[in-house]
């Protein structure tokens, strides 16, 4: 399995101060960055575009930056946030009129690419995507607002995909996205996920260093 990424979600963030609060949790050990980005469309809430992200790139931001697009149609977008500095762009299929071109243009783009599955999202929609993924997204929350509680039924679902990734690609990551905090992620790291999605339980606190080395331990 891939070595554990801590992916801090700006969601989460000050957002008076975004450009320093990116930069003070990549300094207290933060892998990359996580971007929920929402369009009052896909998802009840609206956050933040391209131009955001550019503006982070500009303020020195050289992390990966991981961008969750909770948006419908996705396609008009891709372009706009590869050219503004996204690394890996992931997306709900349910979003996309024809997955397999939405994945296409990711990777034409020259950004890594995923598929995001809601909790009631069947497994099925990995059967002729999987190879060609970088990374799989699972939502442990109902995606639109940060600081929902972790839904049990995650685990399960974590611990068939990452038998399907074992079967056709190990370096695939598979991240979770919701509710992840200290006293869960070991058990979600335990039941097959690298990649750990944290909004509120790093960027609510006071002491992100201590939050994160914390995550760390309770995942050894």
Known sequence: MNDPWI???????????LG?????????????I???VMDNHYVPNLT??????????????????DVHLMVNPVDRLIGDFVEAGADMIT???????????????????GAKCGLVLNPATPLSVLDYTLEGLDMVLVMSINPGFGGQTFLPMTYQKIEA???????????????VDGGVKIDNI???????????????AIFGTDDY?????AMRQAMN
Do not use: C, Q, Y
């Not at 992916?7 to 101060?17: H, Y």
């Not at 320093?20 to 990359?32: P, Q, R």
């Open 186 to 200: 070991g058990a979600i790291k335990a039941a097959g996920a690298d990649t750990f999605v944290a909004g509120t």
């Open 20 to 32: 320093d609060e990116v930069a003070s949790v990549l300094e207290a050990g933060a892998d990359i």
């Open 91 to 109: 997306f709900h299929p349910e979003a996309s009129d024809h997955v397999d071109r939405s994945l296409s243009l990711i990777k034409s783009s």
């Open 161 to 175: 995909i990452r038998r399907r990734i074992d079967a056709v690609n190990p370096a695939i990551r598979l991240e």
């Open 34 to 36: 996580h971007f929920d």
């Open 209 to 213: 260093g201590a939050v994160i080395s």
């Open 7 to 17: 992916a801090p979600s700006i969601l989460a963030a000050d957002f008076a101060r």
């Open 48 to 65: 933040v575009g391209p131009m955001v992200l550019s503006a982070l790139r500009k303020f020195g931001i050289k992390s990966m930056m």
